[in-house]
């Protein structure tokens, strides 16, 4: 015969499961050193360039980044970014490999045979 189980044992079962842990206090990473070179060198592009749009400072401070002494990767090419395959690339790619139709046996007869 099972064990009666109370409503109040249930209860705290429950509870306990549903408590979140406790959270740990971590150490903030280090800046890296893209970071430092944007929180140094944001504010003068701003001052220089007020009227900019959108992230064209961000576009700039890129440009800046590559040939910068602080870039641990300076001088290296950038890696290449994979790119997604659409529907439209995939139908495209099969459309262009597929071989012609097939012609039909009218095709193959001369014209003056009709």
């Known amino acids: 015969m099972p064990k009666a189980t109370s409503s109040k044992t249930t209860k705290t079962a429950t509870k306990i499961a549903k408590e ?10 280090a800046p890296t050193p893209w970071m430092l070179f944007c929180q140094k060198n944001r504010a003068a592009w701003k001052q220089a360039n007020p ?3 959108g992230n064209e400072w961000m576009k700039a401070l890129a440009e800046q980044w590559k040939d910068s002494p602080e870039n641990p990767n300076r001088g290296k090419e950038p890696k290449s970014k994979k790119k997604s395959r659409t529907t439209l690339d ?11 139709p097939a012609s039909s046996p009218r095709d193959e007869l001369a014209s003056s045979d009709f």
């Not at 995939?90 to 012609?100: I, N, T």
């Open 90 to 100: 995939v139908v495209a790619k099969d459309a262009a490999s597929s071989s012609p």
């Open 51 to 53: 009227d900019a749009k």
């Open 20 to 29: 979140k842990p406790a959270k740990v206090d971590k150490e903030p990473r």
